[in-house]
Nanobody, 121 residues
Framework: QVQLVESGGELVQAGGSLRLSCAAS?????MGWFRQAPGKIREFVAA????????DYADSVKGRFTISRDNAKSTVYLQMNSLKPEDTAVYYC?????????????????WGQGTQVTVSS
C-alpha cells in the first residue's frame, strides 16, 4: 500500500507562483496531479513517468505548470506559475502501479488527501 501526502497549497495572488509537493511512502511508477474546483468534477492537470522522461499536461495549464519528480526522495512536484483565479481548487496527487501515465482517474491506484490552492484576483 502506498500513501501519498500533498503539501504546499495556500492562498496566493493572481500572477503568483506555488510549488506543490507529494511525498510517497513507497515505490511508485507513473504519477499525476488532478484538481477539483468547487462544484466541478475532478480534472487532470499533469502526469509524469517514473523516469521523468515523459510528461503530459492539460491544455489549461500547459506552459504555466511543470511536473517533476525526485525518485531518491520519493517526491513529485508541481511548479505552478502565472496562477489565475480559475486555478483555485483542491489539488490531488495520484500514483499508479503500472508504467506510463494517464489522464483518467481510473488509471491511478493511490490518491492523496489533497491540498487547497486559492488564487485571489
Amino acid at each position: 500500500q502506498v500513501q501519498l501526502v500533498e503539501s504546499g497549497g495556500e492562498l496566493v495572488q493572481a500572477g503568483g507562483s506555488l510549488r506543490l509537493s507529494c511525498a510517497a511512502s513507497g515505490r511508485t511508477l507513473g504519477m499525476g496531479w488532478f484538481r477539483q474546483a468547487p462544484g466541478k468534477i475532478r480534472e487532470f492537470v499533469a502526469a509524469i513517468t517514473r523516469s521523468g522522461g515523459s510528461t503530459d499536461y492539460a491544455d489549461s495549464v500547459k506552459g504555466r505548470f511543470t511536473i517533476s519528480r525526485d525518485n531518491a526522495k520519493s517526491t513529485v512536484y508541481l511548479q505552478m506559475n502565472s496562477l489565475k483565479p480559475e486555478d483555485t481548487a483542491v489539488y490531488y496527487c495520484a500514483a499508479r502501479r503500472n508504467l506510463g501515465f494517464g489522464r483518467r482517474e481510473y488509471e491511478y491506484d493511490y490518491w492523496g488527501q489533497g491540498t487547497q490552492v486559492t488564487v485571489s484576483s
